[in-house]
């Protein structure tokens, strides 16, 4: 009797092998109508520029217009594959990766067929260059319903750039059993792009700054008697173990009928900095009347960059900020910072928005030092939130002392990466700065998604979404990524060791 | 004696499927409502990867009927059935067949695991799941027995352990509070083991005695038939006396708000005044509906305007109503932040048919199509929101379609003109200025009029009356 199974079961493997081949490397169409224009693939990875190492681009044709897909990549040494099963084109990591490392520094050519009402239509091919310089391998985001005021769970997740895995470094499931003592996390933080030394905070139950020095891990209260609130927005020293953060007193108003739907406002904001080694906290900057934000580090530590909203006019002196909230714009500013005597130089003012009726957010200093990066909207400190948010990159050569503005400047030609009239925000550098990283509301409007774009001596390619096992995933997932943060080596620590503070 | 057996689990099946069909048909509604059962093997295999994940699974499963109560209640009758058909058959199993356990007394005491089930069910927040998990425990328990006794009978068990632990033991999500311990669920648990082990336990010792009186008599009848009707008397007074009929009248006011049931809404206040928060909001939105709220407010029991468009909390079901009426207001935007933050203020963080379905149309209303594609792919994988879902689809980014539909159509025209900022707390401004913006809208006219009468603004009414008067 076993032998008689065993004689089924050998060719039915077999044969679900050999179908399981033919579903990725199938045929290309022995006829088809040709298109003129690229395919309407998602996402849209026609013409991009990749890094040497990234996940494979898989991809599909909207599943409400054709019935399938086919697609031929030729790498440079002419080797070709084909791929498709169904309305999807997903590539196998191994075959993948081979053919990255066969298109270093050149391209790989994609042809696509679709099919339509019976029809293969085939569509103009594109390109996928592949540049020389990697991408950092890893990536941490947190996983958020886009919620308003109410939140259930949610998680820290870290990705692995060049495949697809994903891990969690934390959730709030442990104490979220319990409403009373539900857990928000959020700001997850690293320095230098490693792990080792690392924080991310938690509100409500059990509130605290989850540091992790050395691999050590601890939570702390940052809130001091002359603070307005524990760290909230963080930066970590490039070298020491400092971390400056903004604390914030936030608050949320929702729209009737703007479509930016809700407006997240600070009604005051000042700069710490907090040492780790000492758990001591010091104020950086607590200007009463206005408000600071978003403090970050040039690479080499010498200086703090942060946004600082101007005074409003007079006549709106003193108004409930519901009703000032459009009219407050930030600037960036920047302080030169002495490791020696821990202390700040005086403030300049690098960039004013203001005065071209803007205002600035989230500056990221270029791990060179060349390039400046921050977001950019008409009001607010919440771009993410904005339809007009959009990313700015500048020379920093071209700042000499004087303020930057719209007139004095040149700024890089980031037409590529933003998209027209959906929040663009978040940006970041990787560690070898050849590849700008954005969170954008683009597909949907809702769901904020991670997007990657090429950047070489102020030239900026394509930006490309975060490559996905089932490219639909990007469509059917009801969470944003939230503040993605690149990272060269993984959190090692887990889900259980982070649990273990929150014990005593 | 086998058909006297049948006849008492038929009995009592039928029991079941009345009461959960006639006197807690909105309980059924009301579980259906706060799950969303995906035909999507990500959905299946997050759920049977954690342990008594297939008993959540199956539990999952049967809910998305409760869509119809009557099918739902007809479930609960097959599953509590076959629980109290399992305990007997296991303790027939243990005593090796030699005695037979349904002729004598204790055979009512086979239907205590089904009765402690059903009070458990009668807690809205208690899940199918737990129910499942118990009957798997019996499979597994009769599984083993049917393995001649010997070793193949210890892997058995051994294997039985594991595996039950993954389908059904190891299960924490039979309550929809996961920090409260089910004490119902495993009563019914334990008793589903234990009770066949004390018939057991009673059988041996009777053994040769019945053995002896192997043959038919009247007693063989009328004594399990009468433990029988003591333990249905005994424990269907506790069903009844436990069961929440307040909850099941709120939860019917919000079911009929939910499917728009505006004239049975009226005919159910017209029979019973509501004396609920949720039944007095739903009673004015209807008579809103019918442009009688202004007229007859004082007709019918009222709550200030809490009863009107009460303040939003942070659970998931009393903000339901409320953002119902917000939804047929036109106050689009605050109905589709009301409907998420309850879906999100669900306790076992599951979603919900009834709030994916809502925030597409909100998201339709508003133009941000893809959005509301999101949400109607995930009802496309759905058994009953499905044909919702595609017929809903052709309408986006159909700006002519959606103008033209009667409900879609209507909303677009009453949403606001203005922005500002709303709260939790409605405010009369909110209503002013939907309705002064739009003085087409009628059923802001009714809740604006409402709200002058219910908080005493003549100024307001003197107001709304005179610009009405003006526009004649």
């Known amino acids: ?62 599943a409400d217009e054709y019935e399938a897909c086919v697609a031929r990549f030729t790498t440079s040494d002419g080797q070709q594959q084909t791929y498709g099963h169904g309305v999807k084109v997903q590539i196998p990591e191994a075959e993948w990766h081979a053919m990255l490392d066969a298109s270093k520094g050149k391209s790989i050519k994609v042809e696509v067929w679709g099919q339509k009402e019976n029809e293969w239509l085939s569509f103009s091919p594109f390109e996928i ?110 070298t020491a173990k400092l971390v400056a953060f903004s604390t914030n007193m936030t608050r949320q108003a929702f729209h009737t009928s703007n479509p930016n739907k809700i407006e997240v406002y600070d009604l005051a904001s000042d700069l710490i900095l907090y040492d780790v080694e000492t758990d001591s906290v010091s104020i950086v900057s607590n200007d009463s009347t206005l408000l600071e934000i978003y403090p970050t580090w040039s690479p080499d530590g010498k200086y703090l960059y942060y946004g600082k909203s101007v005074p409003l006019p007079e006549e709106m002196d003193g108004q409930d900020i519901r009703t000032t909230y459009a009219k407050i714009q930030y600037n960036l500013y920047r302080r030169s910072f002495d490791l020696a005597t821990r202390g700040f130089g005086e403030e300049e003012l690098v960039y004013d928005a203001a005065s071209d009726d803007k ?121 944003s990524y939230n503040r993605p943060e690149f990272m060269v080596e993984p959190v090692r620590i887990s889900v259980e060791e982070f649990s273990r503070v929150f014990d005593k | ?53 297939v008993a959540d699974l199956l539990g999952r499963f049967c809910t998305q009927f409760f869509l119809f109560a009557w099918v739902g209640a007809l479930i609960i009758a097959l599953l509590l059935s076959a629980v109290q058909l399992l305990t007997l058959r296991l303790a027939s199993s243990w005593t090796s067949q030699t005695a037979e356990p349904s002729g004598e007394w204790f055979y009512g005491l086979s239907f205590v695991p089904s009765f402690l089930l059903w009070l458990f069910l009668l807690d809205e927040n208690a899940l199918l799941g737990g129910v499942w998990g118990v009957l798997l425990t019996q499979f597994a328990i009769w599984g083993c027995l049917q393995i001649p006794k010997g070793w193949k009978r210890y892997i058995a068990i051994f294997f039985a352990i594991v595996i039950l632990y993954w389908m059904a033991l190891g299960g924490s999500h039979y309550y929809r509070i996961p920090t409260t311990f089910p004490t119902m669920l495993y009563a019914a648990w334990l008793s589903a083991v234990i009770i066949p082990l004390l018939m057991l336990l009673v059988m041996r010792s009777k053994k040769r005695e019945n053995a002896q009186q192997k043959h038919y008599s009247l007693t063989s009848h009328l004594i399990p038939l009468t433990s029988y009707i003591l333990m249905s008397l005994i424990m269907g007074s506790l069903v009844w006396k436990n069961a929440n009929f307040k909850a099941e009248k ?198 604006l009029k409402a709200y002058y009468m219910l908080t005493g603004d003549r100024e307001g009414y003197a107001k709304l009356l005179l610009h009405t008067s003006n526009k004649q």
């Open chain 2, 250 to 447: 709120v939860m019917q006011y919000d079911f009929m708000a939910c499917h728009q049931q505006w004239n049975r809404i009226l005919e159910t206040v017209n029979a019973e005044k509501p004396n609920n928060q949720i039944g007095v909001t739903v009673q004015n939105l209807a008579l809103a509906m019918h442009g009688m709220l202004a007229d007859h407010l004082f007709d019918y029991n009222q709550n200030g305007i809490a009863g009107l468009l009460p303040d939003v909390k942070e659970d998931a079901t009393s903000p339901m109503p409320t953002a119902e009426a917000f939804y047929q207001l036109g106050m689009v935007y605050v109905a589709q932040r009301t409907v998420f933050e309850a879906q999100e203020a669900i306790l076992d963080f599951q979603k919900s048919g009834r709030c994916y379905k809502r925030l597409a149309q909100t998201n339709l209303i508003n133009g941000n199509y893809e959005v509301a594609r999101k949400y109607l792919m995930a009802l496309q994988k759905t058994l009953f929101y499905r044909d919702w879902a595609n017929k809903t689809l052709t309408l986006l980014g159909n700006e002519e379609a959606i103008a033209k539909h009667p409900e879609y159509g209507r909303l677009r025209k009453s949403v606001y003109d203005n922005n500002f900022f709303f709260s939790d707390h409605v405010t009369p401004e909110m209503l002013e200025d939907l309705f002064f913006s739009n003085t087409d809208n009628r059923l802001a006219f009714e809740y």
């Open chain 2, 1 to 53: 004696m086998k058909h006297l057996h049948l006849l008492c689990t038929l009995l009592f099946g039928v029991a079941v499927l009345l009461f959960f069909g006639l006197a807690y048909p909105h309980h059924l509604h009301y579980q259906e409502e706060y799950q969303l059962f995906l035909f999507d093997s990500t959905y299946v295999w997050e759920i049977v990867r954690l342990p008594g994940g």
């Open chain 1, 359 to 479: 205002s600035v957010t989230l500056p990221r200093i270029s791990p060179d030092g060349r390039y400046l990066l921050f977001a950019i909207g008409q009001y607010g400190c919440f771009h993410s939130r904005h339809h007009d948010g959009d990313i700015v990159c500048l020379p920093m050569a071209q700042y000499t002392g004087t303020p930057l503005n719209a007139e004095n400047t040149s700024p890089v030609d980031l037409t590529s990466v933003n998209s027209n009239g959906y929040s663009d925000s978040y940006p970041s550098w990787s560690s070898n700065g050849h590849w700008i990283m954005l969170a954008s509301r683009r597909d949907d409007d809702n769901y904020s998604r991670v997007y990657f774009a090429y950047f070489n001596n102020g030239k900026v390619e394509k930006a490309f979404l975060l490559p996905q096992e089932d490219p639909e995933l990007h469509i059917s997932l009801l969470k």
């Open chain 1, 1 to 62: 009797m076993k032998r008689y199974i065993h004689s089924y079961f050998l060719p039915l493997a077999a044969a679900l092998l050999l179908l399981s081949s033919c579903a990725n490397h199938p045929d290309v169409p022995s006829s088809s109508k040709a298109v003129k224009s690229l395919p309407a693939i998602f996402p849209d990875y026609c013409n991009v520029t990749v890094p040497c190492n990234i996940a494979p681009l898989n991809f599909m044709l909207p």
């Open chain 1, 129 to 238: 260059h592949v540049a020389e310089e990697p991408i950092d391998e890893y990536l941490s985001y947190r996983l958020i319903e886009p919620s308003y005021v109410a939140w259930t769970y949610m998680e820290i997740a870290q990705r692995n750039l060049t495949s697809f895995e994903e891990t969690q470094i934390f959730n709030n499931e442990i104490t979220m059993n319990d409403r009373t003592k539900g857990q928000c996390i959020n700001c997850h933080s690293y320095q230098n792009y490693k792990t080792d030394n690392m924080l991310f905070h938690v509100r409500l139950s059990n509130a605290g700054t989850v540091i992790v020095n050395d691999g050590k891990v601890s939570r702390v209260n940052m809130k001091r008697d002359y603070t307005i609130s524990g760290g909230v927005y963080p930066s970590w020293h490039p």
